[in-house]
C-alpha cells in the first residue's frame, strides 16, 4: 500500500514538472507600422484559447504559453490582426508592427451606428474615421476643435477664445439658409446636441467616424442632411486590469497680436489735425507726466493657466469590460472674469450574461462652471473687455495718481472709476457685478443585445442626454453708489429620450453570397422648460437672492416638447467581397411640422467594386487597394429652432384695457410647412500603392428643396412674416485625401499627408417667384444664380490724392465720389471658404515622437467691424484709435488709404477683408521612456511625457482679432487662443 501512494506521489510530482517543462513566457512589444510608436491596450492572445494579456505603456507584453501553442494574435481596434507562429520563431523579444487605419481599410471598425460594427473597407459609403491620437492630450476643453483639418470637406470654426465656447461645423458647404447646418452627432449609438462636447473628457474617446453620403446618412433620415459624426468612447480591453494617470500644465494667450492703437503722443498729434481748436488741456497734461496706457495689455493675459488631471481603469473581467475614468479641467480665460472649471465621470460596463444575452451601460456625467462676463458678448458696449481694450484713451490710466509734493508722482492703488473715459474700471465692474453659469449634464444609453439563433441578433437601447443649466448674475448694492442692486436668474432643464429596437440578420451562401438585413424602429422624446426673472432694490451684499429685491422684474417662462417616431431598414449584399451593393429606407414622423406633412420618407442605394480583388488585377503586386464606389439618396433637416408649425399667443398692446394687458396671435398656423429635403450623388475612388501611398477621391452634388425661411407676409395678414418653405439651393464638390510614407525603418518613421476640398454653393430658387431677398441692415442679400453668404455692399475704390475724398463704385461700374446704398451690388466674395483642408506630418525615432497638424481655409472674407471704430475721425476725441491713422490723408499729393477727416467712412468693402488663413493647429512632441529605465520600479508599466501646443503659428492678411470666425462680421470679439502645454502620462 505504502508503494502504491509513493508512486502515486511521484507520478503527480513528474506531471507538474512536465507541465513546467511544457510551458515557457512568450515577450515582446507591439508597435505602429505607421510610426513604430508602442500601441497601448494592444490584445495579444493564443490563438483558439481564452489566455491573453494587454500591452503596456511601452507596448510591451509578457504571457505565459504552453509548448504546444503555436499561434499568437495580436489584435487593436483601428489595426490589423496579426497572427505569429511562436513554434517557428524564438518566443522572447518579439517584435510585432501592426498596420493602421489609414493603411488597411478591412480592419478598421466603424462603431456606434446601427446594427454591428462594420469595417471601413467594407462601408458603401463615404467615411472617415480619426483615432484617438489625434484628439485627446489637446488643451482645448473642447475635443471637436481638434478635428479642423483632419477631414477633407469637414470645416470646423473655434470662433472664441471663450473656454465654454462651442464649435460650429459644416460638412460639405451649407445645407440650409435658417435651420441648422451641423451635422448630427451621435454618441455611442444615441443622438446628442453639439453643446454636449464641452461635458466630454478627449481622453475619454476612442475614435471619431465622420460619415458624408447618402448611403451612409440616409438611414438616419431627416436629421442627416448635413452629415453624422459618430463618437464612440472607450470600452475596456485586456485580461489585466490597467490603471492610466494622466496630467498636463499650460497656459494660454492671444493667438494673433492685437490692434497696434495709438501712444498719447499719437494720438495729440491726430487729434490737432483733425480738431486744432480743441480743448488739449487734459491731454497734455497726461502727455507731459509720459503716461500712456496700453489697455490692451492691461485687460489681457497672456500666461492664463490651464491644467487638467484624468485617471481611467480598464479591463476584462468574468466576461465584464470595463472602462472606468474621471478627469478634472481647469482653465482660466484671457479676458478677466472668464473661465471654465470641468469634473467628468464616465462608466462604461458590459457583460455576458449568457452566450446568447449581453448587457451594457455607457454613462457620462459632467459638472460645469463658468465664470462669465455678462458684457463678453456684447460688441459694441463699451464695458466688453475686447471693445474697451481698443476704445480706451491712452492717456487714461487704470491707476490713482499720487502726488508726493516735491514735483513727482507715482501710481498709487486701483482706480475704480474712469474720469477721462466716464467708466467703471472693467476689474471693479466685473468683481461687483459677478455673473455665474453652471452645468449638469447627465448622458448615456443601456442596451440589451440577444443572439437567439446564429446571425440573428436583436438590440434594444435607451438613451438619455439631460442637462439642468443655471445663469446668475448680481449687481452688487454697495457697488456705483446708487445703494440699490439688482439680480437675475435664468433656468433651464432639457431631456431627450430615445428608444431603438432592431433586428439585424447576417448569413451567406457557400462563403460567397454576404447579406445582411437590418430593420428598426426608433422613438425621441424632447422635453425643455426654462424660467427667468430679475429684481431690483437689494440693499444689502450679503442678501442677493431674487427674494430679497424688492421689485420683480421681467419674469419669462416656456416649455416646449416634441415627438419623432421612425422606422428603418437596411439591406446589405457583396459578392465574394468583390461587388457591394446597399439599400436603406426611412420614413420619420414629427410633431413640429403641420398635419398635412407630418411624415416624410428618405431612402439610399450605393454600390462599390473591389477591383483590387478581380482575378486581372493580381498580377499587379504594387496596387494593395483599389474601389470605385457610388451612391445616391435623399436625407432630411428638421433642425431648428422653436415650433414653426403651431400658433403662439403673444403680448401684442399693453395698457389698452383697463390698464391691463391684452394677448393676440403673434405668429400664425402652417398646416403645410414641411421638412427640408436633400438629394444626394456621391462618386469616389480610393486606393493604396506600394504599400506606402494612399490615395481617395470624392464627386458629390447635393441638392436642398424646400428649405425652411422665415418669409414676410403681407400687411393685409396682420402679421409681419413666418415660416414657410421658401425654395432650393445646391452644393458641388470634390474631395481629395492622401497620404505617403517617405521612411519606414526599424528606428525610424516618417509620414505627411493632406486633404483638399472644393465646394461651390448656389441659390437656385426663392419664395413666391422672388429672384431676390435683402436681409436689412446685414450686408446679406439672397439671389438666385449667387452663392449663400456672398457680400452685397458697395464697392470701395480708394483715396483720391488730390482731395483725399473716398472713390466709390456706382451699380454699373463708374467712379464715384457720392456714396449711395443703391449702388450696392454682389462683390464675389464670400463668408464661406470655398476652398478648406489640411496636412499633417509625423515623425518618430525610438522612443521620440512629433506630430503636427496644419489647417486651411481659402477664399474667406469677413467684415472688420473693428476697424469702423478705430479707423474714423468722426470718433476721435471719444475712442482711440489705431495707428494707421497716422497715416490720414493730409496734403494733396499724398498717396494712402485713409481718407481725409471730412470724408464721412461708411459700411462698404474697405472693411471687408480677407479672412483666408493656414494655421499651425497642434503640435505635439513626445517621449516614452523605456523598459529597461523603468524595470526597477516594477509595477510601473510605462512613462510618457509630451509637449503639446495648439494654434502655434498663424498666417493670415485679416487685421482682426482672428480669422476662424464663423460670421459675417467681426465685432468685440473675445480673441481666439494660442495654448501651450506639457503633461505625463504613467500606466500602472
Same mark, same amino acid.
Given at each position: 500500500?505504502?508503494?502504491?501512494?509513493?508512486?502515486?506521489?511521484?507520478?503527480?510530482?513528474?506531471?507538474?514538472?512536465?507541465?513546467?517543462?511544457?510551458?515557457?513566457?512568450?515577450?515582446? *512589444?507591439?508597435?505602429?507600422?505607421?510610426?513604430?510608436?508602442?500601441?497601448?491596450?494592444?490584445?495579444?492572445?493564443?490563438?483558439?484559447?481564452?489566455?491573453?494579456?494587454?500591452?503596456?505603456?511601452?507596448?510591451?507584453?509578457?504571457?505565459?504559453?504552453?509548448?504546444?501553442?503555436?499561434?499568437?494574435?495580436?489584435?487593436?481596434?483601428?489595426?490589423?490582426?496579426?497572427?505569429?507562429?511562436?513554434?517557428?520563431?524564438?518566443?522572447?523579444?518579439?517584435?510585432?508592427?501592426?498596420?493602421?487605419?489609414?493603411?488597411?481599410?478591412?480592419?478598421?471598425?466603424?462603431?456606434?451606428?446601427?446594427?454591428?460594427?462594420?469595417?471601413?473597407?467594407?462601408?458603401?459609403?463615404?467615411?472617415? #474615421?480619426?483615432?484617438?491620437?489625434?484628439?485627446?492630450?489637446?488643451?482645448?476643453?473642447?475635443? $471637436?476643435?481638434?478635428?479642423?483639418?483632419?477631414?477633407?470637406?469637414?470645416?470646423?470654426?473655434?470662433?472664441?477664445?471663450?473656454?465654454?465656447?462651442?464649435?460650429?461645423?459644416?460638412?460639405?458647404?451649407?445645407?440650409?439658409? +435658417?435651420?441648422?447646418?451641423?451635422?448630427?452627432?451621435?454618441?455611442?449609438?444615441?443622438?446628442?446636441?453639439?453643446?454636449?462636447?464641452?461635458?466630454?473628457?478627449?481622453?475619454?474617446?476612442?475614435?471619431?467616424?465622420? %460619415?458624408?453620403?447618402? +448611403?451612409?446618412?440616409?438611414?438616419?433620415?431627416?436629421? #442627416?442632411?448635413?452629415?453624422?459624426?459618430?463618437?464612440?468612447?472607450?470600452?475596456? *480591453?485586456?485580461?489585466?486590469?490597467?490603471?492610466?494617470?494622466?496630467?498636463?500644465?499650460?497656459?494660454?494667450?492671444?493667438?494673433?497680436?492685437?490692434?497696434?492703437?495709438?501712444?498719447?503722443?499719437?494720438?495729440?498729434?491726430?487729434?490737432?489735425?483733425?480738431?486744432?481748436?480743441?480743448?488739449? +488741456?487734459?491731454?497734455? !497734461?497726461?502727455?507731459?507726466?509720459?503716461?500712456?496706457?496700453?489697455?490692451?495689455?492691461?485687460?489681457?493675459?497672456?500666461?492664463?493657466?490651464?491644467?487638467?488631471?484624468?485617471?481611467?481603469?480598464?479591463?476584462? #473581467?468574468?466576461?465584464?469590460?470595463?472602462?472606468?475614468?474621471?478627469?478634472?479641467?481647469?482653465?482660466?480665460?484671457?479676458?478677466?472674469?472668464?473661465?471654465?472649471?470641468?469634473?467628468?465621470?464616465?462608466?462604461?460596463?458590459?457583460?455576458?450574461?449568457?452566450?446568447?444575452?449581453?448587457?451594457?451601460?455607457?454613462?457620462? %456625467?459632467?459638472?460645469?462652471?463658468?465664470?462669465?462676463?455678462?458684457?463678453?458678448?456684447?460688441?459694441?458696449?463699451?464695458?466688453?473687455?475686447?471693445?474697451?481694450?481698443?476704445?480706451?484713451?491712452?492717456?487714461?490710466?487704470?491707476?490713482?495718481?499720487?502726488?508726493?509734493?516735491?514735483?513727482?508722482?507715482?501710481?498709487?492703488?486701483?482706480?475704480?472709476?474712469?474720469?477721462?473715459?466716464?467708466?467703471?474700471?472693467?476689474?471693479?465692474?466685473?468683481?461687483?457685478?459677478?455673473?455665474?453659469?453652471?452645468?449638469?449634464?447627465?448622458?448615456?444609453?443601456?442596451?440589451?443585445?440577444?443572439?437567439?439563433?446564429?446571425?440573428?441578433?436583436?438590440?434594444?437601447?435607451?438613451? %438619455?442626454?439631460?442637462?439642468?443649466?443655471?445663469?446668475?448674475?448680481?449687481?452688487?448694492?454697495?457697488?456705483?453708489?446708487?445703494?440699490?442692486?439688482?439680480?437675475?436668474?435664468?433656468?433651464?432643464?432639457?431631456?431627450?429620450?430615445?428608444?431603438?429596437?432592431?433586428?439585424?440578420?447576417?448569413?451567406?451562401?457557400?462563403?460567397?453570397?454576404?447579406?445582411?438585413?437590418?430593420?428598426?424602429?426608433?422613438?425621441?422624446?424632447?422635453?425643455?422648460?426654462?424660467?427667468? $426673472?430679475?429684481?431690483?432694490?437689494?440693499?444689502?451684499?450679503?442678501?442677493?437672492?431674487?427674494?430679497?429685491?424688492?421689485?420683480?422684474?421681467?419674469?419669462?417662462?416656456?416649455?416646449?416638447?416634441?415627438?419623432?417616431?421612425?422606422?428603418?431598414?437596411?439591406?446589405?449584399?457583396?459578392?465574394?467581397?468583390?461587388?457591394?451593393?446597399?439599400?436603406?429606407?426611412?420614413?420619420?414622423?414629427?410633431?413640429?411640422?403641420?398635419?398635412?406633412?407630418?411624415?416624410?420618407?428618405?431612402? +439610399?442605394?450605393?454600390?462599390?467594386?473591389?477591383?483590387?480583388?478581380?482575378?486581372?488585377?493580381?498580377?499587379?503586386?504594387?496596387?494593395?487597394?483599389?474601389?470605385?464606389?457610388?451612391?445616391?439618396?435623399?436625407?432630411?433637416?428638421?433642425?431648428?429652432?422653436?415650433?414653426?408649425?403651431?400658433?403662439?399667443?403673444?403680448?401684442?398692446?399693453?395698457?389698452?384695457?383697463?390698464?391691463?394687458?391684452?394677448?393676440?396671435?403673434?405668429?400664425?398656423?402652417?398646416?403645410?410647412?414641411?421638412?427640408?429635403?436633400?438629394?444626394? %450623388?456621391?462618386?469616389?475612388?480610393?486606393?493604396?500603392?506600394?504599400?506606402?501611398?494612399?490615395?481617395?477621391?470624392?464627386?458629390?452634388?447635393?441638392?436642398?428643396?424646400?428649405?425652411?425661411?422665415?418669409?414676410?407676409?403681407?400687411?393685409?395678414?396682420?402679421?409681419?412674416?413666418?415660416?414657410?418653405?421658401?425654395?432650393?439651393?445646391?452644393?458641388?464638390?470634390?474631395?481629395?485625401?492622401?497620404?505617403?510614407?517617405?521612411?519606414?525603418?526599424?528606428?525610424?518613421?516618417?509620414?505627411?499627408?493632406?486633404?483638399?476640398?472644393?465646394?461651390?454653393?448656389?441659390?437656385?430658387?426663392?419664395?413666391?417667384?422672388?429672384?431676390?431677398?435683402?436681409?436689412?441692415?446685414?450686408?446679406? !442679400?439672397?439671389?438666385?444664380?449667387?452663392?449663400?453668404?456672398?457680400?452685397?455692399?458697395?464697392?470701395?475704390?480708394?483715396?483720391?490724392?488730390?482731395?483725399?475724398?473716398?472713390?466709390?463704385?456706382?451699380?454699373?461700374?463708374?467712379?464715384?465720389?457720392?456714396?449711395?446704398?443703391?449702388?450696392?451690388?454682389?462683390?464675389?466674395?464670400?463668408?464661406?471658404?470655398?476652398?478648406?483642408?489640411?496636412?499633417?506630418?509625423?515623425?518618430?525615432?525610438?522612443?521620440?515622437?512629433?506630430? #503636427?497638424?496644419?489647417?486651411?481655409?481659402?477664399? !474667406?472674407?469677413?467684415?472688420?467691424?473693428?476697424?469702423?471704430?478705430?479707423?474714423?475721425?468722426?470718433?476721435?476725441?471719444?475712442?482711440?484709435?489705431?495707428?494707421?491713422?497716422?497715416?490720414?490723408?493730409?496734403?494733396?499729393?499724398?498717396?494712402?488709404?485713409?481718407?481725409?477727416?471730412?470724408?464721412?467712412?461708411?459700411?462698404?468693402?474697405?472693411?471687408?477683408?480677407?479672412?483666408?488663413?493656414? *494655421?499651425?493647429?497642434?503640435?505635439?512632441?513626445?517621449?516614452?521612456?523605456?523598459?529597461?529605465?523603468?524595470?526597477?520600479?516594477?509595477?510601473?508599466?510605462?512613462?510618457?511625457?509630451?509637449?503639446?501646443?495648439?494654434?502655434?503659428?498663424?498666417?493670415?492678411?485679416?487685421?482682426?482679432?482672428?480669422?476662424?470666425?464663423?460670421?459675417?462680421?467681426?465685432?468685440?470679439?473675445?480673441?481666439?487662443?494660442?495654448?501651450?502645454?506639457?503633461?505625463?502620462?504613467?500606466?500602472?
Amino acid at each position: 500500500m505504502k508503494l502504491k501512494v509513493m508512486f502515486l506521489f511521484a507520478c503527480l510530482f513528474l506531471s507538474i514538472g512536465i507541465a513546467i517543462a511544457q510551458s515557457s513566457n512568450a515577450t515582446g *512589444r507591439v508597435l505602429s507600422a505607421e510610426d513604430n510608436e508602442p500601441i497601448v491596450g494592444a490584445t495579444v492572445q493564443i490563438e483558439g484559447t481564452d489566455t491573453g494579456t494587454i500591452t503596456d505603456l511601452d507596448g510591451k507584453f509578457t504571457i505565459n504559453v504552453p509548448s504546444s501553442a503555436q499561434i499568437l494574435v495580436i489584435s487593436f481596434i483601428g489595426m490589423e490582426t496579426q497572427k505569429i507562429n511562436i513554434k517557428e520563431k524564438n518566443r522572447t523579444d518579439l517584435t510585432i508592427k501592426l498596420k493602421p487605419t489609414a493603411e488597411v481599410l478591412d480592419e478598421v471598425l466603424v462603431t456606434g451606428t446601427y446594427g454591428s460594427a462594420k469595417k471601413l473597407g467594407s462601408i458603401v459609403g463615404s467615411v472617415v #474615421a480619426i483615432r484617438s491620437d489625434k484628439i485627446e492630450n489637446r488643451p482645448s476643453a473642447n475635443f $471637436a476643435d481638434a478635428l479642423q483639418g483632419q477631414v477633407a470637406g469637414l470645416q470646423v470654426y473655434t470662433s472664441s477664445g471663450e473656454p465654454s465656447e462651442g464649435v460650429s461645423m459644416r460638412l460639405r458647404g451649407i445645407g440650409s439658409i +435658417s435651420s441648422s447646418n451641423e451635422p448630427l452627432f451621435i454618441l455611442d449609438g444615441s443622438p446628442i446636441s453639439g453643446g454636449a462636447f464641452t461635458a466630454i473628457n478627449p481622453s475619454d474617446i476612442e475614435n471619431v467616424t465622420v %460619415l458624408k453620403d447618402a +448611403s451612409s446618412t440616409s438611414i438616419y433620415g431627416s436629421r #442627416a442632411a448635413n452629415g453624422v459624426v459618430v463618437i464612440t468612447t472607450k470600452r475596456g *480591453r485586456g485580461a489585466k486590469p490597467t490603471v492610466s494617470i494622466k496630467g498636463q500644465y499650460g497656459f494660454s494667450e492671444p493667438a494673433l497680436p492685437t490692434t497696434r492703437m495709438m501712444t498719447t503722443s499719437q494720438y495729440y498729434d491726430l487729434w490737432k489735425t483733425i480738431s486744432p481748436n480743441a480743448d488739449f +488741456s487734459i491731454i497734455r !497734461k497726461y502727455m507731459d507726466m509720459g503716461i500712456s496706457t496700453d489697455w490692451q495689455s492691461y485687460l489681457m493675459k497672456d500666461n492664463a493657466p490651464t491644467w487638467q488631471l484624468d485617471a481611467s481603469i480598464t479591463g476584462v #473581467a468574468n466576461n465584464t469590460n470595463y472602462f472606468i475614468s474621471a478627469s478634472h479641467y481647469d482653465q482660466d480665460g484671457v479676458e478677466p472674469a472668464s473661465g471654465m472649471r470641468r469634473e467628468t465621470l464616465r462608466s462604461n460596463i458590459d457583460t455576458k450574461v449568457f452566450d446568447w444575452l449581453r448587457v451594457g451601460v455607457n454613462l457620462g %456625467l459632467s459638472y460645469e462652471d463658468y465664470e462669465t462676463n455678462n458684457f463678453a458678448t456684447k460688441g459694441n458696449n463699451p464695458y466688453n473687455v475686447a471693445t474697451l481694450s481698443r476704445w480706451a484713451l491712452p492717456w487714461e490710466t487704470p491707476y490713482k495718481i499720487v502726488d508726493d509734493g516735491n514735483g513727482k508722482w507715482h501710481y498709487g492703488d486701483r482706480k475704480d472709476f474712469f474720469d477721462v473715459l466716464g467708466l467703471w474700471n472693467p476689474y471693479y465692474l466685473l468683481e461687483n457685478q459677478p455673473g455665474q453659469k453652471n452645468k449638469l449634464r447627465l448622458y448615456g444609453n443601456m442596451f440589451e443585445e440577444l443572439t437567439p439563433v446564429k446571425g440573428l441578433t436583436l438590440r434594444a437601447s435607451q438613451a %438619455l442626454d439631460a442637462f439642468d443649466y443655471r445663469y446668475r448674475y448680481r449687481q452688487l448694492p454697495a457697488a456705483f453708489n446708487n445703494n440699490s442692486g439688482s439680480a437675475s436668474e435664468t433656468f433651464q432643464r432639457y431631456s431627450s429620450m430615445t428608444f431603438t429596437n432592431t433586428a439585424e440578420y447576417k448569413f451567406d451562401i457557400n462563403k460567397v453570397h454576404n447579406a445582411t438585413i437590418l430593420i428598426g424602429q426608433e422613438a425621441i422624446i424632447y422635453d425643455g422648460s426654462a424660467f427667468g $426673472a430679475s429684481v431690483s432694490g437689494i440693499t444689502d451684499d450679503r442678501l442677493t437672492l431674487l427674494s430679497h429685491g424688492t421689485t420683480p422684474q421681467n419674469p419669462t417662462a416656456s416649455i416646449q416638447k416634441k415627438v419623432m417616431n421612425s422606422y428603418f431598414a437596411r439591406g446589405e449584399y457583396n459578392y465574394a467581397e468583390k461587388y457591394y451593393l446597399d439599400l436603406s429606407f426611412r420614413t420619420d414622423g414629427s410633431s413640429v411640422f403641420g398635419k398635412n406633412n407630418r411624415w416624410a420618407s428618405f431612402f +439610399s442605394v450605393g454600390a462599390m467594386w473591389n477591383i483590387k480583388k478581380e482575378n486581372f488585377m493580381q498580377s499587379a503586386e504594387w496596387l494593395n487597394e483599389l474601389s470605385l464606389k457610388a451612391s445616391y439618396g435623399t436625407t432630411g433637416n428638421s433642425a431648428f429652432s422653436g415650433d414653426p408649425y403651431y400658433p403662439s399667443l403673444g403680448l401684442v398692446e399693453v395698457g389698452k384695457y383697463q390698464g391691463g394687458s391684452a394677448f393676440g396671435i403673434s405668429s400664425v398656423q402652417n398646416d403645410d410647412l414641411t421638412w427640408e429635403k436633400q438629394k444626394s %450623388l456621391n462618386i469616389g475612388i480610393s486606393t493604396r500603392m506600394f504599400n506606402r501611398l494612399d490615395l481617395s477621391v470624392d464627386f458629390y452634388n447635393k441638392v436642398t428643396s424646400d428649405m425652411l425661411m422665415t418669409i414676410p407676409y403681407s400687411y393685409t395678414t396682420g402679421h409681419g412674416s413666418g415660416w414657410g418653405n421658401i425654395g432650393s439651393m445646391y452644393n458641388r464638390g470634390f474631395e481629395v485625401s492622401v497620404q505617403y510614407e517617405l521612411f519606414n525603418t526599424k528606428d525610424f518613421y516618417w509620414s505627411i499627408a493632406g486633404n483638399i476640398n472644393y465646394n461651390k454653393n448656389q441659390i437656385t430658387e426663392l419664395f413666391g417667384g422672388r429672384s431676390e431677398y435683402v436681409l436689412p441692415n446685414t450686408g446679406i !442679400k439672397y439671389q438666385v444664380g449667387e452663392s449663400l453668404g456672398d457680400f452685397y455692399y458697395v464697392r470701395w475704390v480708394g483715396v483720391d490724392p488730390e482731395d483725399g475724398q473716398q472713390i466709390w463704385l456706382d451699380d454699373k461700374g463708374n467712379e464715384t465720389k457720392e456714396y449711395s446704398d443703391n449702388y450696392a451690388i454682389f462683390t464675389g466674395k464670400n463668408q464661406y471658404a470655398p476652398w478648406s483642408g489640411g496636412f499633417n506630418t509625423r515623425l518618430s525615432w525610438k522612443g521620440f515622437s512629433v506630430d #503636427a497638424n496644419f489647417s486651411f481655409m481659402l477664399g !474667406k472674407y469677413l467684415i472688420d467691424n473693428d476697424r469702423y471704430f478705430v479707423e474714423n475721425p468722426n470718433f476721435v476725441g471719444q475712442f482711440n484709435q489705431s495707428v494707421e491713422m497716422a497715416n490720414m490723408w493730409t496734403t494733396p499729393g499724398q498717396i494712402t488709404d485713409i481718407p481725409a477727416a471730412n470724408s464721412t467712412r461708411q459700411f462698404d468693402t474697405h472693411l471687408l477683408e480677407n479672412a483666408s488663413f493656414m *494655421r499651425l493647429k497642434n503640435l505635439t512632441i513626445s517621449y516614452s521612456f523605456p523598459e529597461s529605465l523603468l524595470s526597477k520600479a516594477g509595477f510601473i508599466k510605462g512613462v510618457r511625457i509630451f509637449g503639446v501646443g495648439r494654434n502655434l503659428w498663424t498666417v493670415t492678411q485679416y487685421k482682426g482679432a482672428d480669422p476662424e470666425i464663423d460670421s459675417n462680421l467681426q465685432l468685440g470679439k473675445y480673441p481666439n487662443t494660442r495654448q501651450f502645454a506639457v503633461g505625463a502620462e504613467l500606466t500602472f
